[in-house]
């Protein structure tokens, strides 16, 4: 919506012109584009030099990286954003250009509310960490079909004016910094993010070892190289021995969707 109520040309691609770094970069010089939102595993892959009518960028979609804002910030304006679909999509951003010496997610948007609160829903002190909650217009009526995990969420607002008002509980560990903006300092739980997807490791886990030849599994993203993560999947052979990792990645594509299937899998 950045781009409609801003009067400006909003450019829509198909997949393999989105693709860094050729590609990408040449959209951007074809279309003249100035303001530019990706997450920063594509950031990562893209060199910023060239694209002159570009101007702005915003990261959202994973956590940023002081490097990447160092390398995006020369001569440019690099927001970072947060938000989950939860609360559509975005609802926070820095009030300027990204600083690397101290890197944050911002203040909350117009019409929306944020809250750092202990486990008794109570606020926490600044620079205390605590899990955010998010209130406002932008919050969503819960999920399709799932109203287990739409009231686990999906809780009473108990700071609310007025009835009927909720907050969703992001279950993002955050701090209140001096300056009035949020540092983001990880998850409560075992959700991660990669190339800009949720992934539960959890769920990973549990799907590989519904299949035969597995005994145990431990998922986790690695980032060898700064930038490039990789969910690896650390096997335990069942006692009948080894699985075939082939098979295995077939049979966890008909129950996951592509993002959540190991890119590796180590034998233990």
Known sequence: FQALV?????????????????PLRALIDSQQITHLTATPSVLTQLEPHGMPSLRTVVSGGEACTPELVRKWSQGRTLFNGYGPTEITVCATITPGSAR?????????????????????LQP??????????VGGVGVARGYLHRPELTAQVFIPHPFAASAGERLYRTGDRVRWL??????FLGRIDS???????????????????????????IALVR?????????????????EGAPDFDSVRVA?????????????????
């Open 6 to 22: 801003s009067g400006a040309c909003l450019v829509l691609a198909p997949r393999e012109q989105l693709l860094p770094d050729a």
């Open 100 to 120: 690397p010496e101290r890197l944050t997610i911002g203040q909350p948007l117009t019409n929306t509310q944020t809250y750092v609160l202990d486990a008794h």
């Open 124 to 133: 926490v002190p600044v620079g205390v960490p605590g899990e955010l909650f």
């Open 178 to 183: 001096p300056e009035g903006e949020l540092e």
């Open 191 to 217: 959700q991660v993010k990669l190339r800009g997807f949720r992934v539960e490791l959890g769920e990973v886990e549990a799907a590989l070892c519904e299949l035969p030849g597995i005994q145990d599994v």
């Open 223 to 239: 980032e060898d190289s700064p930038g490039d993560k990789r969910l690896v999947a650390y096997v335990t052979p069942s006692p």
């Open 252 to 268: 966890l594509k008909q129950r996951l969707p592509d993002y959540m299937v190991p890119s590796f899998f180590i034998l233990l």
